[in-house]
C-alpha cells in the first residue's frame, strides 16, 4: 500500500485486530464504528458533538448527495469536509443499497441502474463510470464501488448474478477511478483509495468467490463486505463473515457495511472486522429507543417517568452526565427535539466507545473473554424494555 493511505495491525486476538488505518485526512484507530451522515450531516449532531465523543470516521452517501444538493455543488463549495466542516476521513457509500431498495422505481441492465428519484420522480442513471465522478466531486478519503445488492434472503441463481455483475463492475469502476486520479488533480481530495465489495448473499461458495474475484483484480487500500444485514439471520451474517475473514487479505482495512447493532460489531471484530457504519443509533433514537450494556430500552415506557438513573450507568456521554431517563423521557413525551438530539448522541457514543473498548481488549491480548462477558451482559434480558 503507498501513498497517503496504509494500515498497520498493532495486534491481533484471534481473529481480532487492533490497527490504524491512516488516510489523507488523518488516521483512524480500529475498530472503529463511523458515524453516517446520509446528507452530509449525522441528524441532530454537529461535528463537535462527533469529535468530542471520540469518533473519528463518518459516512456520507453519493445517492442522496447527487439529488440533494448535488455532487458538483458539494465541489463547487470545496467538498465534503469543507462544506460540512468536518476536518476528519470520510467515506462515502455509492449508493448501490439506496437504489437497488427503490422496488418498482428502478431497471437494472449491464450497463448501470435507471432509477426514478424518490424527492421528484425524476429519471435518472447510475453506471459505474457515473458513480466515481459523483464520489470524485464529494471528494472522501474513501469511495465505494458501484455494486448490485439483493435481499438477504435471495436464492444462489439471484446472488449469483448480482455478484458476478458486481465484479464486472468493479473492473469499470477502476479504470474510471484510475482515469479521474491522473486526469482530475484539483478534486477536493486529489488521492482517493476505492474499496471493492465482496457480495455473495448468504451462500459460502458465492462469498468465496467473489473475494477471490476482487484480489485477482488488483491490489486494494482495504476492503467492503456488503450485501449483509439485509433481511438474512444473525447466524447466517456471521457465518458469512467467517468465510469472508478466510479469503481477503490479512494486512487491509475491511469494512462490513450497513452493521451497527451493538451485538453485530462485537462479533463482526471477533471476525477480523475492522469499521462498521449503520443509520440504526440515530435512527433508534429518533423513535425512543437507546443501547445500554444489558440491551436495548425504550424511553418512551412509563416504567422511566420517575427513574433519576442515566441512560446508562456505565456511559460517559454529555446525556448520560447530566440527564436522567426521567427527564429525557419528559422530553420525548413532550416532543421536544432535545430528546431525539440526547438520544442519538448517546447511541452514537455507545457504539463508538464500544469499539474503543474492544480495540483495548485486542490490545490488552484478552478480546475473547471480554467479548464472550460483553455479548453475555447485553443478552442478559431477552426483551427490550
Known amino acids: 500500500m503507498t501513498g497517503p493511505f496504509s494500515f498497520d495491525v498493532q495486534h491481533t486476538d484471534g481473529h481480532a485486530r487492533a490497527g490504524v488505518f491512516h488516510t489523507p485526512h488523518g488516521p483512524v484507530e480500529t475498530p472503529q464504528f463511523m458515524p453516517v451522515g446520509t446528507l452530509a450531516s449525522v441528524k441532530a449532531l454537529d461535528p463537535d458533538d462527533l469529535h468530542r465523543l471520540g469518533a473519528t470516521m463518518i459516512l456520507a452517501n453519493a445517492y442522496h448527495l447527487r439529488l440533494r444538493p448535488g455532487d458538483d455543488l458539494v465541489r463547487t463549495m470545496g467538498g465534503l469536509h469543507r462544506f460540512m466542516q468536518w476536518d476528519g476521513p470520510i467515506l462515502t457509500d455509492s449508493g448501490g443499497f439506496q437504489v437497488f431498495s427503490l422496488e418498482g422505481l428502478r431497471t437494472i441492465e449491464e450497463e448501470g441502474v435507471?432509477?426514478?428519484?424518490?424527492?421528484?420522480?425524476?429519471?435518472?442513471?447510475?453506471?459505474?463510470?457515473?458513480?466515481?465522478?459523483?464520489?470524485?466531486?464529494?471528494?472522501a478519503d474513501v469511495i465505494m464501488q458501484f455494486d448490485h445488492v439483493v435481499p438477504g434472503q435471495s436464492p444462489h441463481d439471484l446472488a449469483q448474478v448480482a455478484m458476478e455483475r458486481s465484479i464486472r463492475w468493479l473492473v469499470r469502476c477502476r479504470t474510471e477511478f484510475d482515469r479521474?486520479?491522473?486526469?482530475?488533480?484539483?478534486?477536493?481530495?486529489?488521492?482517493?483509495?476505492?474499496?471493492?465489495?465482496?457480495?455473495?448473499?448468504?451462500?459460502?461458495?458465492?462469498?468465496?468467490?467473489?473475494?477471490?474475484?476482487?484480489?485477482?483484480?488488483?491490489?486494494?487500500?482495504?476492503?467492503?463486505?456488503?450485501?449483509?444485514?439485509?433481511?438474512?439471520?444473525?447466524?447466517?451474517?456471521?457465518?458469512?463473515?467467517d468465510v469472508v475473514n478466510e479469503v481477503l487479505p490479512t494486512d487491509r482495512p475491511r469494512y462490513l457495511m450497513g452493521v451497527g447493532f451493538p451485538e453485530d460489531l462485537v462479533e463482526g471484530v471477533a471476525r477480523g472486522v475492522d469499521l462498521f457504519d449503520c443509520v440504526a443509533p440515530t435512527r433508534m433514537g429518533r423513535t425512543g429507543a437507546f443501547f445500554t450494556t444489558t440491551g436495548r430500552r425504550n424511553i418512551r415506557n412509563a416504567q422511566w417517568r420517575t427513574d433519576s438513573a442515566p441512560l446508562d450507568a456505565s456511559c460517559t456521554c454529555v446525556a448520560c452526565a447530566r440527564f436522567s431517563r426521567a427527564y429525557i423521557r419528559h422530553l420525548f413525551v413532550a416532543e421536544e427535539i432535545l430528546a431525539l438530539r440526547l438520544l442519538s448522541l448517546h447511541n452514537v457514543h455507545f457504539l463508538v466507545a464500544l469499539m474503543r473498548d474492544a480495540r483495548a481488549a485486542v490490545l490488552a491480548g484478552t478480546f475473547e473473554g471480554w467479548s464472550h462477558d460483553w455479548l453475555a451482559r447485553y443478552h442478559s434480558r431477552s426483551t427490550p424494555s
Open 114 to 139: 435507471e432509477f426514478r428519484s424518490h424527492l421528484d420522480g425524476s429519471l435518472q442513471q447510475f453506471t459505474p463510470e457515473s458513480v466515481m465522478r459523483i464520489e470524485r466531486n464529494l471528494g
Open 180 to 241: 479521474l486520479q491522473a486526469e482530475d488533480p484539483l478534486a477536493p481530495t486529489p488521492v482517493q483509495a476505492l474499496f471493492p465489495i465482496v457480495q455473495g448473499g448468504i451462500h459460502a461458495d458465492l462469498r468465496r468467490a467473489s473475494a477471490q474475484a476482487i484480489r485477482n483484480t488488483g491490489d486494494w487500500v482495504g476492503y467492503g463486505i456488503g450485501g449483509l444485514s439485509v433481511g438474512e439471520a444473525k447466524p447466517d451474517m456471521y457465518a458469512m463473515l
